[in-house]
């Protein structure tokens, strides 16, 4: 797969199908096979997601819909690291919402898209090399803002009765992942900044202002 020109290959693409609201290409691995990296997906279902934290299941925010043969689609969301969108798409559905710090923002901006009646395309004519995670040496806890972001998307675009169930289904799992580091601390096998670590966090998100954690509208 060739990566030359992408940004070039995208904007001839949107050129050519005045249709298209928002462009994602084909991403891949940093690695020496150039192995295809998830970039396109279905839109996050609430009540999903709180069953599979209640299960102890990892949080998924999103169904991946970049196969190993990607082929051009329209889709739900793409992401943010390649997110080309035009003009008169922008001007209808507004810029970035800055209630989301980091995360989330680009499923929100383009399901605000498709709700305006553009498409939202992923095109594997064009790729990009993406090295994931490389901001999280300037975030405290990556995983904190990953959790606190999906609150807030899921009470803008859902219910206060969802995003409080996500709330309430998080806050149990991370005291369940509290308690797992405290126990594993008193046989030794954690040291006392993991323990730290996991109440900082746990407390982060049981604390959140309404502003913060999205519970407002």
Not at 123 to 132: K, L, N, S, T
Not at 155 to 165: C, Q
Request: glycine share 6%; with cysteine.
């Amino acid at each position: 797969v060739q990566v030359e020109n992408a940004l070039g290959k995208a904007v001839r693409y949107m050129d050519d199908d005045a249709r298209v609201g928002a462009l994602g290409i084909l991403h891949l691995n940093d690695d020496s096979q150039r192995t295809v990296q998830p970039s396109s997906f279905a839109f996050p279902q609430p009540w999903s997601g709180v069953l599979g934290l209640l299960r102890r299941r990892r949080l998924a925010t999103s169904l991946d819909l970049t196969k190993t043969a990607p082929h051009e689609s329209d889709v739900d969301w793409i992401c943010g690291s390649f997110l080309m969108m035009r003009r008169a798409c922008l001007t209808d559905v507004g810029m970035l919402d800055e209630r989301f710090f980091v995360y989330a923002e680009d499923i929100d901006w383009c399901l605000r898209a498709r709700r305006a009646g553009w498409p939202v395309r992923f095109w594997p004519g064009a790729a990009m090399v993406h090295v994931g995670s490389s901001v999280r040496p300037f975030i405290r806890d990556k995983t904190f803002m990953h959790y606190r972001s999906h609150l807030t998307y899921i009470r803008k675009n859902h219910s206060l009765t969802a995003a409080t169930a996500f709330y309430v289904a998080m806050n149990f799992r991370l005291s369940l992942g509290t308690l797992r580091q405290i126990l594993r601390y008193l046989i030794g096998r954690a040291g006392a900044a993991d323990v730290s670590e996991r109440l900082a966090r746990q407390l982060a998100f049981l604390l959140l202002r309404p502003t913060q954690s999205g519970l407002n509208p």
